[in-house]
């Protein structure tokens, strides 16, 4: 599967223009991720763009998420490593692998980064990492942010808090356009 082909199915399976810039940021940061271990970066960024992709459809039987999505990138023929990947971003395979450890970590990343930069000022082209680290502290904020699945990052990824959220910040300031941020 090439990334035309899987946006093609976010496209069809998702309606919500926020969630799809979700799976877009995700997707950003899971390639620059990748390049940051010298990973594949097509493989990562389809897991990225991938990984929410069923979430209408499961919305009200949330036990279904990521089933759906993973049962129709079989039949596509993708790689287990990518259904793994997808799987892992909820927690349903291990974070045994840096792919695996980097979509549950950057998942939430994401969210927090995108609450950020809709307060700022100058959007996500203001956003810095310290802004987003005291962000991060104060629980209030993005209440919907798993601060412990970001936190992750350190010892799954070997990546100190601040030098992820650089990565994720970065990632995202480079489609800040399709953002709309």
């Excluded at 459809?57 to 490593?81: F, L, Q, Y």
């Excluded at 799987?87 to 609450?115: E, M, R, W, Y």
């Excluded at 991060?136 to 904020?141: K, N, S």
């Amino acid at each position: 599967m090439d990334r035309d082909q899987a946006m093609a199915i976010v496209d069809e399976m998702l309606t919500d223009p926020n969630l799809k810039k979700h799976c877009l940021a995700v997707e950003a940061i899971m390639r620059a991720l990748a390049r940051h271990f010298e990973a594949d970066e097509d493989e990562w960024g389809l897991v990225g763009l991938l990984h929410d992709a069923d979430y209408e459809v499961t919305e009200k039987d949330p036990d279904r998420h990521m089933h759906v999505i993973v049962e129709r990138v079989r039949a596509e023929g993708v790689s287990e490593r990518i259904v793994q990947g997808i799987l892992a971003h909820g927690g349903l395979a291990p974070l045994d692998n840096k792919l695996n450890a980097s979509i549950f970590a950057c998942d939430h990343l994401s969210g927090l980064i995108t609450a950020y930069a809709l307060l700022h000022p100058k959007g996500l082209a203001g956003v810095k990492t310290k802004g987003v680290l005291k962000r991060f502290r104060q629980t209030a904020f993005a209440r919907g942010v798993d601060r412990d699945d970001i936190l992750t990052c350190e010892p799954n990824l070997g990546l100190p808090l601040a030098e992820f959220v650089t990565i994720g910040v970065e990632a995202m300031k480079g489609i800040r356009e399709d953002l709309g941020l």
